[in-house]
């Protein structure tokens, strides 16, 4: 395809101006993880009100032997695949007992940013000596996409974390449908879903104690303030979070304390906002099974299996390409 006629991809710049200009106002969590952002994220995995990763780290330590034999199809060779690994501690799991049960696999981490890829793939190089692991860095799907056609082997995509829940419905449709035409019909793609369950766990889970999320979403009106010259006074807006049950979705907002105006220098305009005007920050879709089931065949997919967690808050699910 000529350069000329690919999709222009926006900027940081191009997504705050569309999404301050829009009626309700809103920002892209996306754009969450700077630095400060990945450190802030890192304690939320650990604060006793965010139940996600330690149910996911829990099906893959109480379960290790069960997702390998649901990956293994004979004695075949094949690329585990980790889209966003953060900082692998749950491949971590899996990848012990594959080398124990001297699996034929290389990991493959991919991450569009190198800096997170190498200090993972040091770490994972001094526990695992034995792994074969391939950092590779850029766009998912172009990534997919060459190892579908370059090497033959059978993939095993890793989604995990969640992080499907923060695609509205039709985002992670497209998502996986892209997903679905990189991959071959023995490739199967695990993904974490986070379940439906009693509201006041899901809302706090979003609204800790300690003010962790509150931060977490406040540090993008500094980034914005640091990367594209605003004046946002963070003191002048507060978190907000709901969880709506009718659409199983947790949703968080930034709340204009005050009627304000913010100047954002390098989009050479203003923004106003009326007391208590809300910017819209991130959606935490939940699922129940019929949803999982849904999702898998809008996008071509059967759901081979489900791993739940103990107390059924979390499931890992194993979705095959239909044909
Ligand atoms: C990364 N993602 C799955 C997290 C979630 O649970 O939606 C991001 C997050 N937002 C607030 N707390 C955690």
């Given at each position: 395809?000529?350069?000329?006629?690919?999709?222009?991809?926006?900027?940081?710049?191009?997504?705050?101006?569309?999404?301050?200009?829009?009626?309700?106002?809103?920002?892209?969590?996306?754009?969450?993880?700077?630095?400060?952002?990945?450190?802030?994220?890192?304690?939320?995995?650990?604060?006793?009100?965010?139940?996600?990763?330690?149910?996911?780290?829990?099906?893959?330590?109480?379960?290790?032997?069960?997702?390998?034999?649901?990956?293994?199809?004979?004695?075949?060779?094949?690329?585990?695949?980790?889209?966003?690994?953060?900082?692998?501690?749950?491949?971590?799991?899996?990848?012990?007992?594959?080398?124990?049960?001297?699996?034929?696999?290389?990991?493959?981490?991919?991450?569009?940013?190198?800096?997170?890829?190498?200090?993972?793939?040091?770490?994972?190089?001094?526990?695992?000596?034995?792994?074969?692991?391939?950092?590779?860095?850029?766009?998912?799907?172009?990534?997919?996409?060459?190892?579908?056609?370059?090497?033959?082997?059978?993939?095993?995509?890793?989604?995990?974390?969640?992080?499907?829940?923060?695609?509205?419905?039709?985002?992670?449709?497209?998502?996986?449908?892209?997903?679905?035409?990189?991959?071959?019909?023995?490739?199967?793609?695990?993904?974490?879903?986070?379940?439906?369950?009693?509201?006041?766990?899901?809302?706090?889970?979003?609204?800790?104690?300690?003010?962790?999320?509150?931060?977490?979403?406040l540090?993008?009106l500094?980034?914005?303030?640091?990367?594209?010259?605003?004046?946002?006074?963070l003191?002048n807006f507060s978190?907000?979070?709901?969880?709506?049950?009718?659409?199983?979705?947790?949703?968080?907002?930034l709340i204009s304390r005050?009627?304000?105006?913010?100047?954002?220098?390098?989009?050479?305009?203003?923004?106003?906002?009326?007391?208590?005007?809300?910017?819209?920050?991130?959606?935490?879709?939940?699922?129940?099974?019929?949803?999982?089931?849904?999702?898998?065949?809008?996008?071509?997919?059967?759901?081979?299996?489900?791993?739940?967690?103990?107390?059924?808050?979390?499931?890992?699910?194993?979705?095959?390409?239909?044909?």
């Amino acid at each position: 395809m000529p350069s000329s006629s690919k999709p222009k991809q926006s900027t940081f710049a191009d997504d705050v101006l569309n999404g301050l200009s829009a009626m309700p106002k809103f920002l892209s969590s996306k754009y969450f993880y700077d630095d400060e952002g990945s450190r802030l994220f890192q304690e939320i995995m650990k604060l006793p009100e965010y139940y996600l990763t330690r149910a996911e780290f829990e099906i893959f330590s109480e379960q290790t032997r069960e997702i390998f034999s649901a990956f293994n199809a004979g004695d075949s060779a094949f690329d585990l695949i980790e889209l966003g690994a953060g900082d692998g501690t749950k491949t971590a799991v899996l990848i012990d007992y594959f080398l124990k049960q001297l699996a034929n696999f290389t990991y493959m981490p991919v991450d569009i940013s190198a800096e997170a890829q190498n200090a993972l793939a040091e770490n994972f190089r001094a526990k695992f000596p034995d792994l074969s692991i391939q950092i590779q860095t850029g766009d998912y799907f172009q990534i997919l996409g060459n190892l579908q056609s370059n090497n033959g082997r059978r993939k095993i995509i890793l989604f995990l974390g969640s992080n499907i829940g923060n695609f509205r419905q039709e985002q992670a449709v497209s998502f996986f449908k892209s997903l679905r035409a990189v991959m071959n019909e023995n490739d199967l793609l695990f993904i974490g879903f986070d379940l439906q369950k009693d509201p006041r766990v899901i809302l706090k889970a979003y609204d800790d104690a300690q003010g962790i999320t509150a931060a977490f979403n406040l540090n993008l009106l500094k980034r914005i303030n640091r990367e594209l010259g605003g004046n946002f006074d963070l003191e002048n807006f507060s978190h907000y979070a709901i969880y709506r049950p009718t659409e199983c979705a947790a949703r968080s907002f930034l709340i204009s304390r005050k009627e304000q105006t913010v100047r954002i220098e390098a989009l050479n305009k203003s923004f106003d906002f009326e007391a208590w005007e809300p910017i819209f920050m991130e959606i935490s879709q939940k699922y129940n099974l019929k949803m999982i089931e849904d999702l898998a065949t809008q996008s071509g997919f059967s759901v081979k299996q489900n791993f739940f967690d103990s107390r059924n808050y979390y499931t890992d699910s194993l979705y095959k390409p239909v044909l």
